[in-house]
Every structure is written in C-alpha cells, then in structure tokens.
C-alpha cells in the first residue's frame, strides 16, 4: 500500500518556511534592505498562495542580490530558493530544478560541506525529485542533508524530523516498510519532545505508521495510533 499523497506533502514541505526565511550570509550594506525587504515579501506571498506574486517578488529580490553582491553569493541563493518554491508547489518543476541546483552550487562553494543551509539546499532538490517519484534521485540528498544536520543541529531539531520522515517516505512509497518504520519512529519521537504530544505533527506522523502498519498486517497497532491521532485531530486550537 502506498503512502496517501495529500499527507505526504504536506509534511515535506513542513520546515520550508523556515529554509525560505532564513537563508545564510546577512548582509551588512544598506542597499541589502531591499534585498531583505523583497524576499519577506516574496516568503510571505508564497505562504499566502499567491505564487505568480512570489515568484515576481522572488525575481526582483535575486537581481538585487545579484547586482549588489554578486552571482556567487549565498543571498543569491536564498533568493534562488525563494523562487524556485512556488515552481515547485505548481508541479512546474522544470523551472524549479535548475534553481536549486544553482543554490546548491552556490551554498557548498561559498559555504562549505557541512553548513546547515547546504542540507536545506540538498533538502529542497530533493524534494523536488520526491515530488515527481524519483526515489533514486532524492535518497542521497536527503541522507547527505540528513548527515549535515546532525552534526551541526541539536539531535532532536524539528529539521532532523522533517528529513528523517522523508527518507521514510520514500522507503514506504516503494513497499520498503522494515527500512521505512525507524526512520519513522525516530522522527515521532523528536516531534513529540520539539512539540508536544499533541501537536498536528504528531497526529501526521502517526497516521502514517497506521498506513505502515496496516500494510504489514499489523491491526491492532494500527488502530491504537489511528485512535491517537484521531483525539489529537479533535482538540480545538
């Protein structure tokens, strides 16, 4: 059985707004108010999902970032990214790719192959590649974001979740349900500390071990944390 799509990608975009917003190299010059003030901008309409404004927006920020810093920059590829997010959440990802790929590029030269912006650049193509059932593309970016981040984050960083999950959905989306579940388990548990247990995070990685678990023959289990998320869904906020 595979993974159910909608809940899928809904958790593999759950840490993006924060690879949008924080993008590595500050810049110090007043002319990068611009810069900072264009990519809110373009952050903000892409959350609102308003893309064509986005990517209008992300435009706009990229040549300033590239006119007042350079092609080569990391604010260039913070803008990259920002632009390429709504081609990707439109399913138009040949515009996407050679977005992200260029971020990446410009990421591990100028900052080097352990930095936490470069997983999220690993991340990001990786998605991409996730999105449209690449599996063998995806794998190794997420496992090479997923080593970058436990060396430099705190074990239980939400962004180790968000990578750990992925990986497993891309195990579960193949039938590979042994090498899916601990990847699985382990991001619930860093959700659980990060969030609480009753977090909507929680409740979607608990309904994907239902599907794991009814795929494996596993009822009983599968019900329990059906029932779980179910109390979780029912709390108003």
């Known amino acids: 059985m595979p993974m159910r799509g909608v809940r899928m990608n809904r958790l593999l975009i759950s840490a993006l707004p924060l690879l949008l917003a924080f993008g590595a190299g500050v810049s110090g010059?007043?002319?990068?108010?611009?810069?900072?003030?264009?990519?809110?901008?373009?952050?903000?309409?892409?959350?609102?999902?308003?893309?064509?404004?986005?990517?209008?927006?992300?435009?706009?920020?990229?040549?300033?970032?590239?006119?007042?810093?350079g092609p080569n920059h990391p604010d260039v590829a913070t803008s990259l990214n920002s632009l390429?997010?709504?081609?990707?959440?439109?399913?138009?990802?040949?515009?996407?790719?050679?977005?992200?790929?260029?971020?990446?590029?410009?990421?591990e030269k100028a900052l080097g192959p352990d930095h936490?912006?470069?997983?999220?650049?690993?991340?990001?193509?990786?998605?991409?590649?996730?999105?449209?059932?690449?599996?063998?593309?995806?794998?190794?970016?997420?496992?090479?974001?997923?080593?970058?981040?436990?060396?430099?984050?705190?074990?239980?960083?939400?962004?180790?979740?968000?990578?750990?999950?992925?990986?497993?959905?891309?195990?579960?989306?193949?039938?590979?349900?042994?090498?899916?579940?601990?990847?699985?388990?382990?991001?619930?548990a860093i959700w659980e500390k990060a969030f609480g247990p009753d977090h909507p995070l929680v409740a979607d990685s608990l309904e994907n071990l239902v599907v794991l678990y009814k795929a494996t023959n596993r009822p009983e289990e599968a019900e329990a944390l059906k029932k779980r998320a179910e109390a979780i869904r029912a709390i108003k906020r």
Do not use: M
């Open 29 to 69: 010059c007043a002319k990068s108010d611009e810069w900072k003030t264009l990519n809110a901008e373009a952050v903000s309409l892409y959350r609102q999902g308003q893309y064509d404004r986005a990517i209008a927006v992300a435009q706009k920020a990229l040549e300033v970032a590239e006119q007042t810093k």
């Open 84 to 107: 390429a997010e709504p081609y990707r959440t439109q399913g138009r990802y040949a515009q996407a790719e050679p977005l992200y790929k260029r971020a990446l590029a410009i990421r």
């Open 116 to 188: 936490p912006s470069l997983g999220r650049s690993l991340s990001s193509l990786a998605l991409l590649y996730h999105a449209q059932g690449q599996y063998a593309q995806a794998e190794p970016l997420y496992k090479r974001a997923l080593a970058i981040y436990e060396k430099a984050l705190d074990p239980d960083h939400p962004e180790i979740a968000t990578t750990l999950h992925n990986v497993a959905g891309i195990y579960s989306a193949q039938g590979q349900y042994a090498q899916a579940e601990p990847f699985y388990n382990r991001s619930l």
